[in-house]
Structures are given as structure tokens and as C-alpha cells.
């Protein structure tokens, strides 16, 4: 009698870890009940050429410290004619970048990231004559 209560309540407790698994994988959207498969994916972003990551070693703009920043950027576009555009006009996009990058402080680069971004996609898309330049990714960032 013992052993059939006991092995009862270890299914009841397996059945209920599993339940509670699953309605925590379901919530997190780990699994899904769909028919339909396709539905079921969540990458609505688009699909870009990336071009290699570009380095960069600079001194911010604080004028209560010295600091320095480094950065690994990726340009990402859908036309793919541009990899040969970016590449002639390399050393002036990094100029542009560097630019940037010198007029950033510690608190700007910690609170306006994304502004960063922008405005760094907008003056290379101005210096490539298209809009074509369609994300900026921050690969890795190190302020010192």
C-alpha cells in the first residue's frame, strides 16, 4: 500500500515539473502550438551584407579625463554592388568615422549609443551619394 502511494505521488510531482516546464517554454517562446510553422518564427528583421568589422582607437572628448575608446563597427546593406564603393572609399568613411567618434564623451557614448549610430550611418550615406548604408553595428566597444 505504502509503495503504490509512493510511487503515485512520484508521478504526480513528475507530471507537474513537466507541465510547469512546458507553460514556461511555451510563455518564453521556446515552443509553440501552431499549425502553421512559418507563423512561428520571430526574425522579422531584414536579412543585410555586412561589410568586415572596422577598428577604431580614439580619444573622447571629456575634458575632465583623459579616456580612450575602441570600437568594432559593421556596415550593413542590401545593395551588393557596394562592398567595391566602400572598399575605394575606405580611408575617407573611416575619416568620417573617426570624426565622430572623437566628438563622443563617456556619457554620450553611455546614453545616446543609437544616436551614434545614426549619425554615422547618415554622413556615410551622404558621402556614397545613396541611402543605401542600412545599419550600423557595434561589434565591440571598450571606453577606458
Known sequence: MKKT????LVIVIVAAVTAG?????????????SDN???DKKNDSPSYLTYEPMEFTCNLADTNARRYLRVALT????NPDLE??????KPQLQDIIVRILRAQTTTSLEEETDAMREEIKKEINRVL????????YITGLIIQ
Open 5 to 8: 502511494l509512493l510511487w503515485i
Open 21 to 33: 516546464t512546458v507553460i514556461f517554454l511555451a510563455q518564453k517562446g521556446y515552443l509553440s502550438f
Open 37 to 39: 510553422p512559418a507563423s
Open 75 to 78: 556596415l550593413a546593406y542590401e
Open 84 to 89: 567595391e564603393e566602400i572598399t575605394k572609399r
Open 129 to 136: 551619394n545613396i541611402d543605401d548604408i542600412k545599419e550600423i
